[in-house]
């Protein structure tokens, strides 16, 4: 399995012959280059969406639409984008499993906000969410966008994930202390991936609290494009 930051929030993960790219960020991301973005969608077989900020929904119709490929996320949205726009959608919701050729995506709640942009205002575009996924022999848990919140209790207890990928820039989301603190609380992972950070001045630059407030966790920083093999 192959993990892959694309910048902010943004993944790609390579598992089991399938890869799912979680919030594809690309138009106007600061961090990863145009020149980078074939590379991004080449193969993809799902698009991972855990709530509608644009620095997360920015690019998801489009590629969608382009590569062909299911968008997988909270069920009102996909009902709505599978009628208005035309798109193959796999709508579900908290508590909910759907099975993508063999890895198990389980929705789960996330501490947040889920609005976009219209002409007439601002929107609400379903429910913020994270996701348990299942492959490999791993639990990974995607936070999304998230704060701590009382049900990382029962997710940990429950789902077990052994890998993290955690929001940790601090403003919009938790900070590296905090998401050091609700890891050491709440989980047992053996890996950890923070991301949501670096991508602009507001945000944590550096995961070093993180790092220090987890040790015996392999928290890894992760490096644009570059794969992480688990």
Request: proline content about 5%; charged content about 15%; overall charge negative.
């Amino acid at each position: 399995m192959k993990i892959i930051w694309l910048g902010h929030g943004s993944f790609r993960i390579e598992t089991q012959g399938q890869v799912l790219l979680i919030d594809p960020w690309l138009t106007g991301n600061p961090v990863l280059d145009e020149a980078q973005h074939d590379a991004v969608t080449e193969g993809a077989t799902h698009i991972l969406l855990t709530h509608t900020h644009f620095d997360h929904v920015a690019d998801v119709l489009s590629l969608a639409k382009h590569l062909s490929v299911p968008v997988v996320g909270q069920y009102d949205l996909m009902g709505y984008w599978s009628e208005a726009e035309g798109v193959e959608t796999i709508g579900f919701n908290k508590g909910g499993t759907v099975n993508l050729n063999g890895i198990k995506v389980t929705m789960v709640p996330a501490s947040h906000s889920s609005t976009f942009s219209t002409p007439d205002g601002l929107r609400t575009g379903g429910s913020e969410v994270g996701f348990m996924i299942a492959t490999e022999g791993h639990m990974i848990y995607v936070s999304g966008d998230t704060d701590i919140m009382a049900d990382m209790d029962w997710m940990g207890d429950y789902y077990k994930p052994d890998i993290g990928i955690l929001s940790a820039g601090g403003h919009f989301t938790m900070d590296m202390k905090a998401t050091a603190y609700a890891a050491k609380r709440y989980f047992n992972f053996k890996t950890l991936i923070p991301c949501h950070y670096k991508t602009f001045p507001i945000l944590e630059q550096s995961a070093q609290d993180l790092i220090e407030g987890l040790p015996g966790v392999d928290v890894i920083e992760p490096q644009l494009m570059q794969p992480i093999t688990l």
